[in-house]
């Protein structure tokens, strides 16, 4: 039983923001660099900007705001389950130990078992954790390339050359 448990066991372009610092990891995506071809101002610029990051975000349904505010915690650690598996374990081997006559050596061996596969449900639970953060992220950066598509073809479109 032990060893079938253990084996399945940003983007803000708004006119005064424009890194990305605030976005890490896998979700960073790439802002791409504008530059005024038809020699507009840097005020133009910031404005020509701002509207084609609104109108990204509504034709994409992303907000890369929202976005980045949604992004993945880093997988924390489950405390306490090799110990409350021990707990579980040793319980259920008194209980066993007693049936059999030595409460005491059931006990051992069910805190040792529980502890084990304590153990090996930590591990499944963080293995899973990760998996599904590592579908999220991916799953955000695949929205800020659609994002980011819509939001230099409108810069294209206001004479920048996009990048």
């Not at 409350?84 to 374990?89: C, E, F, T, Y």
């Not at 069910?110 to 590592?134: N, P, T, Y």
Request: glycine letters at 14%.
């Amino acid at each position: 039983m032990i060893n079938r448990v253990m084996t399945r066991c940003a983007v803000p372009i708004l006119s005064g923001l424009v890194a990305l610092g605030f976005l890490s990891g896998p979700v960073a995506a790439q802002e791409p660099f504008v530059y005024p071809a038809q020699g507009q101002s840097a005020q133009k610029t910031a404005a020509d900007k701002a509207a084609c990051q609104g109108w990204a975000t509504q034709q994409t349904g992303v907000d890369p705001l929202r976005l980045a505010a949604s992004a993945p915690p880093a997988a924390g650690t489950q405390q306490g389950q090799v110990l409350r598996g021990g707990a579980k374990g040793a319980a259920a081997g008194a209980v066993i130990g007693a049936i059999a006559g030595d409460a005491g050596k059931g006990a051992a061996i069910g805190a040792a078992s529980g502890g084990v596969l304590g153990a090996a449900r930590k591990r499944h639970d963080r293995r899973a954790a990760e998996q599904a953060q590592a579908q999220q992220a991916q799953a955000q950066s695949q929205q800020l390339d659609s994002f980011f598509r819509a939001y230099g073809a409108c810069l294209q479109g206001r004479g920048y050359t996009v990048n």
